[in-house]
């Protein structure tokens, strides 16, 4: 597997609470995303980044944000958790390939 | 925006049978397509990919073809095996420089031997 961290990888919270997740990544590529996946739903595109400080909306943008301040790392935070967002979150990283590689993903439960 | 429509959602095939996935498009600016295979309780995993200037590939037997005129591509997987039973997905860049993806909703295969 690349090498690509989450974390938390679980995480429990409570509905209105704010939740950042990290993605790291020690392969320097460009290019880094936050999906999240649910039954039926599949692999949905939230926010992806392009450079530091260059991100840009994906699908499903709404209530979270993203932040790159270093090559390395891309945090998505959820403002204020809804119960909507109990689901798998997947981080995804790509050079100057497309191809993308996942991390080992983040099971968040919003009570 | 792009969308990606992704058929049959369940595929149960005898082990030594082929299995076929289809997936449609709706962008024609979409120029990346990947399959991804995910195991249970796993993160997805690339199997094999196409770029469209490249109508067939393929990798021992896995094979992708893509149409750009009717904006589909398929899977092709043949002598499926049991470990060949997981969730596949297919997906489409939704800018040319095929940075992001949008995925289909998933099938999943079921191999019985």
């Known amino acids: 597997d690349a090498g690509i961290t989450q974390s938390p990888r679980h995480k429990v919270t409570e509905t209105g609470t704010p939740v950042t997740l990290r993605c790291h990544q020690t392969?320097?590529?460009?290019?880094m995303y936050w999906y999240r996946q649910d039954p039926g739903h599949g692999l949905r595109l939230i926010h992806y980044s392009y450079g530091v400080k260059d991100t840009d909306k994906g699908e499903v943008s709404d209530g979270y944000s993203v932040s790159r301040s270093k090559t390395e790392d891309f945090l998505l935070t959820l403002e204020s958790a809804t119960s909507s967002q109990t689901s798998v979150y997947f981080c995804?990283?790509?050079?100057?390939?497309?191809?993308?590689?996942f991390g080992p993903g983040t099971r968040l439960l919003v009570l | 925006g792009e969308n990606v429509e992704q058929h049959p959602s369940t595929l149960s095939v005898q082990e030594g049978d082929s299995a076929v996935i289809k997936c449609t498009y709706s962008d024609s600016a979409s120029n990346y397509f990947p399959w991804y295979k995910q195991e249970l309780g796993k993160r997805p995993q690339l199997i094999i990919d196409i770029r469209s200037n490249v109508g067939e590939k393929k990798d021992q037997r896995i094979a992708v073809t893509l149409n750009k005129t009717a904006k589909h591509f398929s899977l092709h997987i043949t002598e499926t095996q049991p470990e060949d039973s997981a969730v596949y997905f297919c997906?489409?860049?939704?800018?040319?420089?095929?940075?992001?993806?949008?995925f289909g909703k998933g099938t999943t295969l079921s191999v019985s031997s």
């Open positions: 392969e320097n590529h460009r290019y």
């Open positions: 995804a990283i790509a050079g100057e390939v497309e191809t993308q590689y």
């Open positions: 997906a489409a860049s939704i800018n040319q420089a095929g940075t992001a993806l949008i």
